[in-house]
């Protein structure tokens, strides 16, 4: 019976939920099988037809949705397909617009390049020109050539004929001639060599000259070998006489400087070559003053405290030259020379300051040309240390420095051979001692840097005309620019374009081999040709 009304309960339910079939199944059981049965039919037909109006209420609705969802879908991929769309477009828009500019700047440079083309096209004619009319003037140069020499051929027969010369003498008259011959040949090939060797080394070595010159600047002391003392009255002059002048010798013995008391009002001239020396008289002179006491003794006391005092400037002095050119591995006796040296002038220029000048220029010129610049400046900065005993030993400073420096430590051959060859003494024997010789150059031909007497000056432009005058062909020379030119004419009709070279190498090599001065001196040498006609 329960197996039935299950039975039943799930026909009836065929329309229900689970549990719906499961409830009815119970009150069917609950009621018995009649009951169950009239249940059954009641609820069967009445859940087909709900079921059915449900089921097609839910198809609508879910077709509904469909298309919702659909049209949504249909809304979303046109979305998605416009943007894809507009972003296309700006890609294209960008490649476009990278395209034009691409294209612009290859017109811009293909316009640059026939320019260029062009250009190189007028340049080609003109050399073509050029060369064409340089070798007509070549062929016409030659023509005259072989004229001139049909015509001194004929020359020297006829001259032969009439003068009736010896053999001897005919002999001589060519050599003469083939002599001259030669010289121009000779003056040819100067000329050429001189003017390649220009074209090649006048701008590289301008460039080192100019930024060695321009990365260094110093300043210089003029000072002479005479230096006064200015006294309060001229009473002053016979107490530093003292009696029976015992002051004024005690002084000199004292000092090694010459004390001279003449006429001049208000001054005693101190008198020394070696400035050490002087600086000390001098000092000294200008505390005795203006202490009043002035007694041998009290002299002695105050030139030796004077003394031990510029020592020890010195000393200082050296500390910070060297310390200025980075040298800190100087013998100490070096180090003291070094220091000297501000009392010391050559051509009224401080050697100290020079020195340290032309270490610095070293240091560029040798780092252009690819070498150690740290030891071009040690050889550049104890270039001149034999100035500093110069005064005390036999012998020129080269050597005097070269011998100072090797017996206190210095054993770079480089630099030793610049110290002993900055002035050609020896030969050098690295690259570093003409680099010295040429900062040197530089560094004493400084506008201001040296000067001179006014006697010495106009000797100097005496003897740069005399050299000149003494050439063959020369009419006239002139020293300019305060002696660091000299120009000179020559006559035209005995003096060829080529020869003038000649000539101005000459009057170079005589003036290099009999004149002292510093820097360099320029030869220009002036051939004119006038044609002058009087119309009437």
């Not at 006048?202 to 080192?208: D, L, T």
């Not at 104890?382 to 050597?399: F, N, R, T, V, Y």
Request: include cysteine; hydrophobic fraction near 40%; aromatic fraction near 2%.
């Amino acid at each position: 019976m329960p197996l039935e009304i299950w039975t039943l309960a799930q026909e009836a339910g065929g329309g229900l939920s689970a549990v719906g079939a499961a409830l009815l199944a119970l009150v069917a059981a609950g009621l018995g099988l009649a009951g169950g049965v009239l249940l059954h039919r009641h609820f069967s037909g009445r859940s087909r037809a709900q079921a059915q109006a449900e089921g097609e209420a839910r198809a609508k609705q879910l077709e509904a949705e469909a298309r919702t969802e659909a049209e949504k879908l249909r809304l979303a991929a046109e979305r998605e397909a416009l943007e894809r769309k507009e972003k296309f477009d700006r890609e294209m828009e960008e490649a476009r617009a990278e395209i034009r500019d691409q294209e612009r700047r290859l017109a811009k440079r293909e316009d640059l390049l026939v320019r260029r083309e062009e250009a190189a096209d007028r340049k080609d004619q003109s050399l073509t020109d050029r060369i064409a009319n340089a070798e007509k003037r070549e062929q016409r140069l030659s023509e005259r050539e072989k004229q001139l020499e049909e015509l001194i051929e004929k020359q020297t027969i006829e001259l032969q004929r009439v003068a009736d010369l010896s053999p001897e003498q005919a002999k001589q008259m060519v050599l003469q001639r083939a002599e001259e011959g030669a010289r121009r040949d000779v003056a040819k090939v100067v000329r050429k060599i001189h003017e390649e060797a220009e074209a090649k080394a006048q701008e590289r070595a301008r460039e080192i000259t100019l930024m060695a010159i321009q990365r260094t600047a110093t300043e210089h002391s003029s000072e002479s070998t005479v230096r006064t003392v200015a006294i309060p009255s001229d009473d002053m002059k016979g107490r530093i006489i003292g009696r029976e002048g015992r002051n004024i010798r005690a002084i000199e013995k004292a000092t090694g400087a010459d004390i001279i008391v003449d006429d001049t009002p208000g001054v005693i001239v101190v008198s020394c070559f070696d400035k050490v020396r002087q600086a000390v008289a001098v000092e000294a002179l200008e505390r005795l003053v203006a202490d009043g006491r002035l007694h041998p003794t009290r002299i002695e006391e105050v030139v030796e405290k004077v003394r031990s005092e510029i020592n020890e400037r010195i000393i200082r002095a050296g500390k910070e030259a060297a310390s200025e050119v980075k040298l800190h591995d100087l013998h100490p006796k070096v180090v003291e020379a070094m220091g000297k040296m501000t009392y010391r002038t050559s051509y009224s220029q401080n050697v100290l300051k020079h020195s340290i000048e032309v270490a610095f220029l070293s240091q560029i010129i040798a780092e252009q040309l690819g070498l150690d610049g740290a030891l071009a400046r040690r050889c550049g900065f104890l270039h001149d240390i034999g100035k500093a005993m110069d005064h005390e030993m036999e012998g020129g400073h080269p050597k005097i420095g070269m011998d100072f420096a090797k017996a206190h430590g210095e054993k770079n051959e480089a630099v030793l051979n610049a110290i002993g060859g900055h002035h050609g003494d020896i030969p050098a024997t690295t690259f570093y001692t003409p680099i010295v010789m040429a900062a040197d150059a530089v560094s004493s031909a400084r506008p201001g840097a040296r000067r001179e007497s006014m006697e010495r000056y106009v000797q100097r432009l005496n003897e740069l005309q005399d050299i000149a005058l003494a050439q063959p062909g020369v009419v006239e020379a002139h020293a300019i620019q305060a002696g660091r030119e000299v120009r000179v004419m020559v006559d035209a009709n005995q003096v060829g374009d080529d020869e003038a070279f000649l000539i101005a190498h000459e009057i170079a090599k005589r003036v290099e081999e009999q004149m002292t001065f510093p820097g360099e001196i320029k030869v220009t040498v002036l051939r004119e040709t006038r044609a002058v006609e009087v119309a009437r």
